[in-house]
C-alpha cells in the first residue's frame, strides 16, 4: 500500500511529467514508493544512469542515519520487524 504522502507527489508527477514515457510505463502500478519517484527525478534531470546507484545510496545513508539517531534517544534495541518460519534451534 502506498504511504499518503507519496500520494500528493504522484499528482505533482502526473501533471509535470505527462511527456515522460518513462513516467507512464510504470503510473499504472500503484504501490510504488518514494525510490520510484526519486529515480524519476533523477532521469528528467538527465544524470548519468552510472551515477543512481550512488545517489540513491547517498540518501539511504543519511535516511539509515536519521533512523539510528531517533533509535539512541529511545535508548532502545531496534528489531526490524520480521516472521520466523523455520525451526527454532538452542
Known amino acids: ?4 504522502r507519496i500520494q500528493s507527489y504522484r499528482k505533482l508527477f502526473i501533471y509535470d511529467n505527462w511527456k515522460n514515457n518513462f513516467f507512464y510505463s ?7 514508493n518514494v525510490d520510484f519517484y526519486a529515480a524519476v527525478i533523477v532521469n528528467t534531470l538527465n544524470i548519468n544512469p552510472v551515477l543512481f546507484i550512488p545517489t540513491f545510496s547517498v540518501s539511504k545513508i543519511v535516511e539509515w542515519n536519521a ?15 520480521s516472521l520466523h518460519i523455520g525451526d527454532i534451534k538452542n
Open 1 to 4: 500500500m502506498a504511504k499518503p
Open 67 to 81: 533512523h539510528i539517531l531517533e533509535k539512541s534517544r529511545d535508548n532502545t534495541i531496534f528489531r526490524p520487524e
Open 26 to 32: 510504470f503510473e499504472s502500478i500503484r504501490d510504488l
